[in-house]
């Protein structure tokens, strides 16, 4: 189902001369690690799939191939997002998926039915099939709307879990989004867009209105901001994935903390988990400068409130909510 490009894969070990070879593979693609690895060896390299988790490309295992004195990253499932100043050389290999997207599609039109021009996106799996996807709907009677690349994403009409910069670009031009992809990707693009979102699954075949769940997702974010007024200690976690450091950052909020007369200190994390800041029992807040997803996707299990910067402003009476809804939870990871 996936295209592992593993002739690919293995010019490039080649011509790289890599001894060791550092793979990381998303959940997803775990069960061809050995297909993946044999292919390394046959190159002539030592293959070492990483186990820790690898959720996007802010994710590149520069500290662990140096640790292990690997000299090429095999990064699968995610496009470029960064440049890394040092360190080992890193492969994309995108993991493309030969999936029939037309069924998810056929079932998302009557949802879209209300709506004239759509504005269309999807992430790099399918990324290939937006023209299809483009044309399904033109044929029935929609225009159709593709933001061209920028952000952190590579091509025309792809999106992120943290960058919308496609759809934010045609937001003003569009009645209604469409995106092929999971609810994770949809409910992203409606809290990017604020238009009515529909998703087409090509996994389960499948089509939803996601508008509702993004405003409860939204109202949730409102309750957190709410409840850390009234937090007196803050913990700011800075992330130590190369695209979520966020320091400079995390120091602004230390600072407007201060400035408000709370208690703050600065916490790094490689992994931001409940079950990792649980004993941190001292703090009644915290602020997660890495993924943003981790506070949009927060049903509570932190304990306290987990905002991102900009929510720390709108809580500490800087920013209003509104502003905050159209600038949006999704500036770039390390900026
Ligand atoms: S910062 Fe979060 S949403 Fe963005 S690519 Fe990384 S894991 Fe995905």
């Not at 799939?49 to 959720?55: G, H, L, R």
């Not at 590579?154 to 989004?177: E, S």
């Not at 939803?208 to 200690?233: F, K, M, N, P, T």
């Amino acid at each position: 189902m996936f295209s592992l490009e593993l002739e690919r894969l293995k010019d490039e070990v080649r011509a790289s001369g890599a001894g060791k070879v550092l793979i990381q593979l998303p959940f997803g693609l775990r069960p061809y690690a050995i297909e993946i690895a044999k292919a390394v060896k046959g190159a002539g390299g030592l293959p070492i799939v990483q186990a820790d988790p690898c959720y996007g490309a802010c994710d590149v295992a520069a500290w662990a191939a140096s640790t292990l004195g690997a000299e090429l990253i095999a990064h699968y499932g995610h496009s470029k997002m960064l440049e890394l100043p040092s360190g080992p050389a890193v492969i994309y290999l995108e993991a493309r998926m030969d999936i029939d997207v037309r069924e998810a599609l056929e079932k998302a039109l009557s949802l879209l039915e209300p709506y004239s021009t759509i504005g269309l996106a999807t992430t790099v799996q399918h990324i290939h099939a937006i023209g299809f996807a483009s044309s399904v709907l033109k044929e029935a009677g929609h225009d159709v709307r593709i933001g061209r690349a920028g952000g952190l994403v590579a091509y025309d009409g792809q999106i992120l879990g943290c960058d919308f910069t496609t759809l934010r670009a045609i937001r003003d031009q569009v009645d209604a989004i469409l995106v092929i992809g999971s609810k994770f990707h949809a409910i992203g693009a409606s809290i990017a867009t604020g238009k009515p979102t529909v998703m087409a699954n090509p996994y389960e075949c499948i089509a939803e209105d996601v508008s509702r769940e993004a405003a409860r997702v939204l109202a949730r974010r409102y309750a957190s901001i709410q409840e850390a007024r009234g937090a007196r200690s803050f913990g700011v976690i800075v992330g130590l994935k190369p695209g979520q450091m966020k320091l400079q950052q995390a120091i602004r909020a230390l600072e407007l903390l201060r400035e408000a007369e709370k208690e703050a200190i600065l916490l790094a994390a490689n992994e931001v988990r409940p079950e990792y800041l649980a004993d941190f029992t001292c703090l009644d807040a915290l602020v997660n400068t890495a993924c943003p997803r981790l506070s949009l996707e927060d049903d509570g299990s932190f304990g306290r409130p987990l905002l991102t910067f900009l929510e720390l402003k709108v809580a500490l009476g800087l920013m209003e909510w509104e502003e905050l809804c159209r600038a949006g939870w999704f500036a770039a990871p390390g900026s």
